[in-house]
């Protein structure tokens, strides 16, 4: 699994987006792993629909945030990786360490998974049942009458 992202933030009064891309290795696609779905610590800014935020309104006048982001990784029947745009709250500094920190988190729930999915081993079984030597037996004399009769008609 390869994840990428980046924050993009214009100048002014401009929510920051963050732009990531999750990408499953083909091994791991063959595993046929679930979704792996975590609750960040990326917190989602209320109104977070809207692009921009002035001074005093919503995360600049102190509102909470409306909850945190889910991250998730892509669906082992997808071919290409997932990616998704959040938008994140605006702060003065530009500092989003719970990014890195959620994107950490992600990885180690998907590698908890793909440690329990390698660990089912593979197998291949086969069998083959026959008539029992004692069942044929018993009806050895039986079958020979029944040939014998059909070559004297």
């Not at 977070?48 to 995360?59: M, R, T, Y």
């Amino acid at each position: 699994m390869r994840i990428t992202w980046y924050i993009e933030k214009k100048r002014g009064n401009l929510r920051p987006k963050l732009t990531y891309s999750v990408v499953l290795e083909g091994y791991e696609k063959e595993l046929a792993l679930p979704y792996v779905r975590i609750t960040s610590t990326i917190p989602e800014p209320p109104s977070s629909w809207q692009p921009h935020c002035h001074p005093g309104e919503f995360e600049r006048s102190g509102a909470p945030a409306a909850g945190c982001y889910e991250l998730a990784t892509p669906s082992h029947l997808m071919r290409n990786g997932s990616g998704q745009t959040l938008r994140l709250p605006w702060r003065e500094d530009n500092a989003y360490p719970e990014v890195d920190a959620s994107f950490q988190a992600l990885r180690e729930a998907f590698e908890e998974a793909l440690a329990t999915a390698h660990a089912s081993e593979p197998m291949d079984e086969r069998g083959e049942l026959v008539v029992s030597p004692a069942l044929k037996r018993d009806m050895a004399p039986a079958i020979m009458a029944d040939r014998l009769l059909r070559l004297a008609k």
